[in-house]
């Protein structure tokens, strides 16, 4: 889509604005973590666990303090006793006591090279009474499994978890009267399912640089998907006032989910305050794959049914999941993918339940989707698998189910903008749905297709709009640009609210000295979220300069409007002010500067307890939806296995682009994840320890294996929206790895239960499939 060209686009609102920061990362200026230096600036390096389940039972630093260029040693002995963590606070700083997953970090030591501290490290002495090892959920749910979390029931928790033993949480949804419904089915299917971990990968790996001043107080610089989750997660483990910690973001080099909670910030500013001096850890590729997060492995257990004409009657989806060591933000995971498993259809009947379970791996935790690609590869498939026992078209099959305006959420919130109908007429016509490919010889070929949807509204936000003495204008959000532009699209709205060009707004780096609160760029909700607040700080902005522009032209605030370039009129004359002139005035003369702020919380409650029962709910206040259909066309080589998707359609209901540009790429990029996802990656442990932490081991798509993605947006406005936008970031992912899935499935017969859907899963169906026939 090309909104260059479109004359409803406005001053700002529709435009493919180049991102603000281009110009400053093509040309290598731009700053990340590792670019970071402080004067009399030391370098951190980490001890792991070599147990995934031990006692600390000593610690002997003598020969790392004696080492050369070192300057100090931290172990879980030299942090306080807090913990963090955004559900349940289960974590330290440091490992205190125990350890829960090989590589946790144990100790650190800051010297004044990085080569210092690497060989330093390797002489700290840990004395550990290795304790048996729960390496699965299944293991940590059995009556004689070893806990992890012995004082579990002492953890502060958010919400209501229900932990006991090994669970971490569990969560219940419930809407009509599932069991009742299966009679009333004329088809039912029913299957279990497995997804995999999934690494991050982002670009930059993790880092912090953390520097104490004379008074005591901290500035930490970090890679982050909010400076404020920083700042309550390093002063909550670190049990320091909030106030003592500044916490700031350079640029970010991707994120995923993998850096919205805390990583090695705490143990870089404990080491800052150990040392007296500034210190910087960054760590390498095979670290930040064995000591950070990754996405949740699930196992699924669902059962669909649905009438003679393929209308849906009831759905039962139950999960098993993951959790490592540590809840992190797995609780809302998990909760988030319950909410999600009925996918966009009107399903009278649903039960969802799940269950956390803490393991000795790492930690799992948030990844673009937020469990909802896992669940979507099961519900999809059995779409499918229900219109093929009815000899229906899958597009009809769903057509016949489509969610729709005004229907109710499961469990919750009515939908006001819904996009869906027209994303699966975009994807059917632009993809030639019921021509059948050609497949060439030694190789079956087949399309596939899968709908999804996603949130964009969660928790609270704020925005600050400062008009400038020459009317030029300064928006600071705290809503960290982790590379996917929500910087570029929260200028042109506020440059839309004030009929500015973009190139008149500068936006301010996070900061929590400065920044208004912002829980984070996460769950595809800067746009709306952090968008609204934008629009209501700008709109106050504007209702400032109006009153000026009243005084200063002797006229009624209704006799004035508001034109291009920043500029307040009489209405039907020629007479007018700019800017510059109106804010000379507030500044100098009469008023004070003119600034504008807005803060929201999102407030639309999850569940409707008038129609349906939920238990251990995380997520209390989540809702707008944007929508999303996806057909692929995959081909797969009879001798190998081997799949691969040769093009791709995608649309997309974003509400309204707001920069059409970077919606095109969040599509294109999140639908090469997904199929990274559903055909090559896999974190894959030897027992306790993962076997593939290096990009020589771990797959990933890379050009070569991309196909041509037709991206598609489909504009259906959110009335809560900044003129009319929702999110975009994640569910252009979702419905990938079900679309290719239902594709193997069209080419070779019968549902693909586990992920990826590598060749050495696929060939054993060719071969299946050819001694059937």
Not at 253 to 269: C, D, R, S, W
Not at 310 to 335: K, Q, T
Not at 423 to 429: N, P
Request: aromatic share 6%.
């Amino acid at each position: 889509m090309n909104a260059e060209f479109d004359p409803s686009v406005g001053t700002a609102v529709g435009r493919s604005t180049p991102k603000l920061e281009n110009r400053e990362k093509v040309t290598g200026r731009a700053e990340y973590i590792d670019d970071l230096y402080r004067p009399n600036m030391l370098h951190a390096a980490i001890l792991g666990s070599p147990f995934a389940h031990a006692r600390i039972l000593s610690y002997d630093v003598s020969e790392a303090l004696a080492a050369p260029g070192v300057v100090g040693v931290i172990t879980g002995d030299d942090v306080p006793a807090g913990r963090m963590g955004a559900f349940i606070k289960d974590e330290h700083a440091l490992a205190k006591g125990k350890v829960l997953y090989l590589g946790e970090p144990v100790a650190a030591v800051a010297a004044e090279t990085l080569e210092q501290a690497r060989a330093a490290v390797n002489l700290i002495r840990v004395e550990y009474l290795e304790l048996p090892a729960v390496l699965s959920p299944e293991a940590g749910l059995a009556p004689d499994a070893p806990i992890l979390h012995e004082a579990l029931a002492d953890y502060i928790k958010v919400f209501d978890a229900g932990s006991t033993g090994n669970l971490c949480s569990r969560t219940e949804l419930t809407e009509g009267d599932v069991d009742a419904a299966w009679a009333g089915c004329a088809v039912i299917v029913e299957g279990e399912f497995t997804t995999q971990a999934q690494a991050h990968v982002a670009m930059e790996p993790c880092g912090a640089l953390a520097e104490m001043d004379a008074q005591g107080r901290v500035t930490l610089w970090s890679a982050n998907q909010s400076v404020f989750r920083v700042q309550a997660n390093v002063c909550e483990s670190l049990q320091l006032p909030m106030s003592r910690l500044r916490s700031l973001t350079p640029r970010v080099g991707g994120g995923f989910g993998n850096k919205m909670e805390a990583h090695i910030q705490p143990l870089t500013v404990a080491l800052a305050m150990k040392t007296g001096r500034p210190v910087k850890c960054v760590l390498t590729r095979e670290e930040d794959f064995e000591i950070v997060r990754a996405r949740h492995p699930f196992r699924i257990r669902m059962k669909t049914g649905a009438d003679a004409e393929g209308r849906l009657i009831a759905r039962e989806c139950e999960v098993l999941l993951d959790c490592g060591a540590f809840a992190d933000d797995s609780p809302g995971v998990m909760g988030y993918a319950l909410l999600m498993s009925g996918g966009p259809y009107r399903i009278p009947n649903q039960r969802a339940t799940g269950k956390l379970v803490y393991t000795n791996k790492l930690r799992f935790g948030a990844y673009r989707g937020f469990g909802n690609p896992q669940v979507s590869f099961a519900s999809e498939q059995q779409i499918d698998e229900i219109a093929r026992k009815l000899s229906l078209d899958p597009i009809e099959m769903r057509r016949r189910n489509l969610l729709q305006p005004g229907d109710g959420w499961f469990v919750g919130p009515k939908v006001a903008s819904n996009g869906l109908s027209a994303c699966l007429d975009a994807v059917e016509k632009a993809s030639a749905w019921g021509r059948k490919p050609d497949a060439k010889p030694g190789t079956r070929r087949a399309k596939g297709i899968a709908l999804s949807a996603h949130i964009s509204g969660l928790l609270g936000t704020g925005a600050i709009v400062r008009m400038l003495e020459d009317g030029t204008i300064s928006l600071n959000t705290g809503a960290t640009d982790i590379g996917q532009g929500s910087d570029t699209a929260l200028a042109q709205i506020c440059a839309e609210t004030l009929k500015v060009p973009v190139e008149m707004v500068s936006v301010a780096s996070p900061d929590t000295d400065g920044s208004p609160y912002n829980w984070g760029t996460t769950a595809s909700r800067v746009t709306y979220t952090t968008g609204r607040a934008v629009a209501g700080a700008a709109g106050e902005v504007l209702r400032q300069a109006m009153g000026h522009a009243a005084e200063m032209l002797d006229v009624p605030v209704e006799d004035l409007e508001l034109r291009e370039g920043g500029r307040i009129a009489i209405r039907g004359s020629n007479t007018d002010l700019p800017f510059a002139a109106i804010s000379g005035r507030a500044h100098w003369a009469k008023g004070g500067p003119i600034v504008g702020s807005h803060t929201l919380v999102f407030d639309e409650p999850t569940h409707d307890p008038k129609r349906a029962i939920a238990l251990g709910l995380p997520f209390p206040r989540i809702g707008v939806f944007s929508f999303a259909a996806t057909v692929v066309d995959v081909e797969i080589d009879e001798v190998t296995g081997q799949a691969r998707v040769t093009e791709a359609w995608s649309a997309v209901d974003v509400g309204r682009a707001i920069n059409p540009r970077l919606v095109d790429v969040q599509i294109e990029g999140g639908f090469i994840q997904g199929m990274g996802f559903a055909l090559y990656e896999e974190m894959v442990w030897d027992g306790p320890k993962l076997a593939n932490p290096s990009l020589l081991d771990y797959k990933v798509p890379t050009s070569a294996d991309s196909p041509h993605v037709h991206s598609i947006i489909v504009e259906d406005p959110e009335p809560s929206g900044p003129f009319g936008a929702k999110g975009a970031g994640e569910i252009g992912l979702n419905p990938v790895p079900a679309a290719i899935a239902n594709a193997v499935g069209a080419a070779l017969g019968g549902v693909s239960h586990d992920l990826p859907l590598t060749a050495e899963r696929l060939l054993p169906r060719i071969i299946e499939a050819e001694h059937a026939a």
